[in-house]
């Protein structure tokens, strides 16, 4: 009996880890979803062998952390920016993590720490974690957009992750085209989502209009001439009413009207939450958003657009991993090869 | 045991209608999905009243001919480009039949020929006639696009017609944003894939280079002289090698291979099947569409995409409707209020 009680709260935990292309995080979550404790590192300069030594490291210390609670982490979701194979436990191509490219992260993870890890993209797990305790709880359909680094995105169809023909990818709204022949992104193309509506985005774009100016006068400017130019001057020079760079927060919200607008025709549905950290400047894009939403989505009737924002923050994606890794460990086969459990 | 068996005789057919920006078509059709006979009116210059009388008319014939061959239609499955509301059989918002806007079609037509009617968007039937007997068998994702008046579309997802969220539209492809701030659609948005992939936005793009030109030289300037500018003489024009008129399907594939791009991204899928009269010229759109579709969706493997010519051309949408007729008959309720069946 006692044992069998033991065993019951052993279960109780699975580990969620968020690998964005700026920083790393890793976070032991309670099955309610609740986040009981949590290890960051910086990933942005990380080769694929040191991010997988971040990962055993944080992964060994929140188990320990869990059983000396009486938890024991029954498996770990990683949320990994990209395209990945699930499957072989390996990431196939990340334009915000190109070091990783090709790596098997997942399976090396799990041979390491022997918990089971299942692997999917971050931007899905914000999606699970926004629709299992997040602003959009209860909606049935609804389209996830995470604006980070870069610009991830997840679909919701009929209350469940929509996770496309098993190509690897699915919900890659940050690389629909807003703009034809528009600015480089990372992924090759031109004129994505990304290239407008992202925390790398308000710095090329800022850079980009220097250059067509041919001067560094100015807010942004003098920034670029001091070498601090960054997604939080740049919102500090809006905040202080720099036209320059309320511009970009406005052309961030043009282009998430259209590809949102776009996503609604196409899907005939009419909800969105919208997280990931350049959601901190929320009042300076959601007007132009809302308005060239409404603009290019003709068929929208009265009811309207609904635009929400994150409600769980930061901590979205390490609660949709968790969530994840303990509902696909209770379903089958790892990454790792081992089943879930044994 | 002579009527059991009449009754199943009487049970195995189903007339399917298409109402599109110019034409009205309404077919006999099998279980099976033969079309047994055609009937067809232009609908480019009815108002409502006009084209209900026109469905009438057509419905007792193609019912009289069924009778003749031992088949009793147990339903009408409408077609219908625009917005429609099933429930109430009627129709919502038609950019390329504004007369019909607000108008109870369906309910109407079901009151007067006694047969219960199932109202659907018209590019959403071709897709159940390209899925059940054409391109798209077997294809459990795919993109559809039709080509007509206006730019239709519909999407299939797990091997089912996505419908949406109950908001009287999905699938509407035609109204995705291409290129913003281009050229007007009859919607009431800018640059639209509808004002650059339809009979109509060839006519119009045509005018537009005209106009920008200044001149009426040239064969496209001749047409318009003699007022016989046309998809249909565009289409010639372009055949003879004239480089505007080529031009305009160059920009006509263009603009599908950027709307195809956005759904494979954000969907996750990599099959389309396009239909429509526009096809006739397939030739001469489908290298650009290739070609910017392969640029535009970086997330595509060497897997690639898959871009097919609807197999059923015109009889799609006919056999499409036909075939939602009968599933929905077997299923419940129609737009006339009567069970289906009784």
Redesign the interface.
Known sequence: MQRRTMQKLKKLACIGIDLGGTNLRAALVSRAGKILDVRLSPAAELGAEAVLMELVVHCRELARCGAARGLEPVAVGLGVAG?IDAEEGSV??S?NLPRLDGYPLGRRLAEIVQIPVYMENDANVFGLGESFTGAARGF??WVGIVLGTGTG?C?F?NGKL????G???????G??????GGPA?P???KGCLEAFASARALVSGARRRLCVAGTRTGPLGELEAAGRLSPESIYACAKNGDAAALELFDKMG?ALG?AL???F??????RAVIGGGVCGAWDLFIGSLERNLA???????P?GALVLRSRLGDEAALIGAARFGMKRSRAGESVNGTRAGE
């Open positions: 395209k196939v191509f334009p049935p359909n995105g679909l169809l929509w996770e496309g023909e190509l690897g990818f699915s919900g890659e709204i690389h629909m085209i807003v703009e034809p992104c992924c090759g193309s043009w259209i607008a776009n996503l025709s196409a899907l005939g549905i009419r603009r290019n989505c003709s068929m929208l009737g009811e």
